[in-house]
């Protein structure tokens, strides 16, 4: 069983940035990958990026490509999502969730556990 919290979320004007960050606990994260999703109001949840368990490789949605960075420390059981340039559509409850192999995934039926969520809010 992996238990997962978000931090970092916050109200941000546009153009600013935040770092999420998503520590584990109940096991390490080390050997799985890891993946962060949002879901604006009255929306459905969306991908955001995935990193692989060796960090090797990242995929991100075109949305925040070339904005958005995720990164994680194994040593330190924690995944990260650094976002610059904020827009206002980027407002939404941040979830990250760990998948169930070391290998990116968008689909969220293809991660096992699930953060409570961190609010991020981008003023215009």
């Known amino acids: 069983q992996v238990q997962l919290v978000e931090s970092g979320g916050g109200l941000v004007q546009a153009g600013g940035s935040l770092r999420l960050s998503c520590t584990a606990s109940?096991?390490?994260?080390?050997?799985?990958?890891m993946g962060w999703f949002r879901q604006a109001p009255g929306k459905e949840r969306e991908f955001v990026g995935s990193i692989s368990a060796n960090a090797y490789i990242t995929i991100y949605d075109d949305s925040v490509k070339g904005r958005f960075t995720i990164s994680r420390d194994n040593a330190k059981n924690t995944a990260y999502l650094q976002m610059n340039s904020l827009k206002p559509e980027d407002t939404a409850v941040y979830y990250c969730?760990?998948?169930?192999?070391?290998?990116?995934?968008?689909?969220?039926?293809?991660?096992?556990?699930w953060g409570q969520g961190t609010q991020v809010t981008v003023s215009s």
């Open positions: 969730a760990a998948a169930r192999d070391p290998v990116v995934r968008r689909a969220s039926s293809q991660y096992a556990y």
């Open positions: 109940g096991r390490m994260i080390g050997t799985i990958a």
